[in-house]
Nanobody, 121 residues
Framework: QVQLVESGGGLVQAGDFLRLSCAASGDTSCIAAMAWYRQAPGKEREFLAGISSGGSTNYLDSVKGRFTISRDNAKNTLYLQMNSLKTEDTAVYYC???????????????WGKGTLGTVSS
């Protein structure tokens, strides 16, 4: 119904930046809020940043002021600008899209396969 594909991960040094993208395809009219999650090796997946269909945002406290989530509905794309990266930001970053409340959209949220961001000291 909806497919999400992340891109933009890579290897950078502490203090550098990465810009992640999440391209949505399929029945994109079923997408409500979108979010980024991340999972570091040996740790559980955690919520990172979210954005509503109207543009309201919220962030994990540890990334406030450094990361910015945005979306371009015309391009069906979600973004995450990550600045001033720290080694603790090393993780697989996942794109998530919540389903709107509509019978034609089914009952499952959507997830991408993830993109790896590695920050070296």
């Amino acid at each position: 119904q909806v497919q999400l594909v992340e891109s933009g991960g890579g290897l950078v040094q502490a203090g550098d930046f990465l810009r992640l993208s999440c391209a949505a395809s399929g029945d994109t009219s079923c997408i409500a809020a979108m979010a980024w999650y991340r999972q570091a090796p040996g740790k559980e997946r955690e919520f990172l940043a979210g954005i509503s269909s109207g543009g309201s945002t919220n962030y994990l406290d540890s990334v406030k002021g450094r990361f910015t989530i945005s979306r371009d509905n015309a391009k069906n794309t979600l973004y995450l600008q990550m600045n001033s990266l720290k080694t603790e930001d090393t993780a697989v970053y996942y794109c998530n899209a919540a389903r709107i409340i509509a019978a034609v959209c089914g009952g499952m949220d959507y997830w991408g396969k993830g993109t790896l961001g590695t920050v070296s000291s």
